[in-house]
Structure formats: structure tokens, C-alpha cells
């Protein structure tokens, strides 16, 4: 694990990033509702041991797992968490074909062996989650994969590997489809206040304010 566990306060909530995942040190994220202490885990990709202490360090209950996407560095660490805390893990309907693969996933892109979920439940379209004292709203976003999501909360969102600051997610994967993402991102930023802040999968944030410039001139210039 990269050395680095920052963490922020956005309104009602703390979210602690931490870096997991080596090779591709993915952002896992512990969002933490201060008014009532409800903490959910986003894309715990790995070092179980290091997230476990994390939300444990936080305080609070940890009520859920929730998964922008389902490739093996982003969820590697889901049954470990949903063994030791007992929570639920919810994805995209779309996303089961990558999920339920997880494991061929990790031994071709990482040599490396990991079990899928203990259970995952699967949502469709765009609902809003509902959670004690808030809601995350679900924005569909393929393209790096089928079923991949953005969550949006009360100022800020987990892009996934949707968007990252000034890069997209690849698209050259099994599920993966250029054109779509391109879609997915234009549509992402027009529907966002330009203040909300952007947590990605891989890097730091930054803003819907300053990722829109980036990505005209990025489409502009055939970024696909």
C-alpha cells in the first residue's frame, strides 16, 4: 500500500482514501455519514487487513459495499471485508458477467488469487440508494465495462474508473467499448454541478468545473 491515507470533510461526511492494490494502487473509499455515524466502503480492491483498520480507526457501522465496476482491483478485498463485518455489496446489473469472472480476471491481469463476493445484489438502471439520514444517487456509465456506475452524493462522486483527473478508464478490455464511454463521461459532466468534487478509481480528485474543459479539448481531439 502506497503511504497515504488522506482524509477529507465534505458536508456532512469524512471520506478517508485509501491507496491499495499494487500494481495499480486503486483508491478504495470509506465514506463516513457524521450525523449518524453509517460508514459504506467504495471498491475495496485489496489489503483487507489495512481497510478493516481503517474503518475501524473512523468509528461508526459499517453498513455497505458499494462497487462502481467489477474488475479484480477494485473488489479484491470484498469477500475478506463481507466475512469479517457481515455487510452487503450492491453493482449494476450489467456488471455480473464481470464480477462472476473475477477470479479468471485476477490470475490473467494480476497472477494473482482472489475470491469474488460472498453475495452481491444487483440493482438496474439508475435508483437512488437509500441509506439512514442520506442517498447516493446512481449514474449508469459504461464503457470501461458494461455495468459501470458513478455514485453521486451530497457535493461529491466516485467516478470509478470512468473518469480520472485529465484520463479516462481503458476500453480495449472484454466489455469494454470506446464509443460508449465517451457517451457516458459527456453525459456524466453535463448532468453535474460544476462544484461537486470527482474521487476516480486511480490519482487524485479534482472538480466537474475543472474536468469539463479537460474533456471538451480531450473529445475535440479524438481522445477515442
Aim: aromatic fraction near 10%; proline fraction near 7%.
Amino acid at each position: 500500500m502506497l503511504p497515504r491515507d488522506d482524509i477529507e470533510t465534505v458536508g456532512d461526511f469524512s471520506i478517508t482514501t485509501v491507496v491499495v492494490a499494487p500494481p495499480w494502487y486503486e483508491n478504495c473509499y470509506l465514506v463516513k455519514h457524521l450525523p449518524t455515524g453509517r460508514q459504506l466502503v467504495i471498491d475495496p480492491g485489496g489489503d483487507a487487513e489495512v481497510v478493516l483498520a481503517a474503518l475501524e480507526a473512523n468509528g461508526g457501522n459499517v453498513t455497505e459495499i458499494l462497487l462502481t465496476h467489477g474488475h479484480p482491483d477494485h473488489l479484491g478485498a470484498v469477500h475478506e471485508l463481507q466475512t469479517a463485518l457481515g455487510i452487503g455489496c450492491r453493482a449494476h446489473q450489467e456488471e455480473r458477467p464481470i464480477i462472476d469472472g473475477v477470479a479468471n480476471w485476477a490470475g490473467a491481469l494480476m497472477q494473482r488469487r482472489i475470491r469474488g463476493p460472498e453475495s452481491v445484489v444487483y440493482f438496474t438502471d439508475e435508483p437512488t440508494l437509500s441509506f439512514e439520514g442520506f442517498e447516493v444517487e446512481v449514474l449508469f456509465t459504461p464503457g470501461h465495462t458494461p455495468g459501470g456506475v458513478c455514485y453521486v452524493f451530497d457535493g461529491f462522486a466516485f467516478t470509478g474508473d470512468t473518469l480520472f483527473n485529465q484520463g479516462v478508464g481503458r476500453t480495449d478490455l472484454p466489455g469494454g467499448d470506446g464509443r460508449t464511454l465517451s457517451l457516458s463521461i459527456s453525459r456524466l459532466l453535463k448532468g453535474l454541478n460544476p462544484k461537486i468534487r470527482l474521487y476516480s478509481g486511480h490519482g487524485p480528485s479534482w472538480t466537474a468545473a475543472e474536468a469539463r474543459p479537460w474533456w471538451e479539448r480531450a473529445a475535440a481531439y479524438g481522445y477515442f
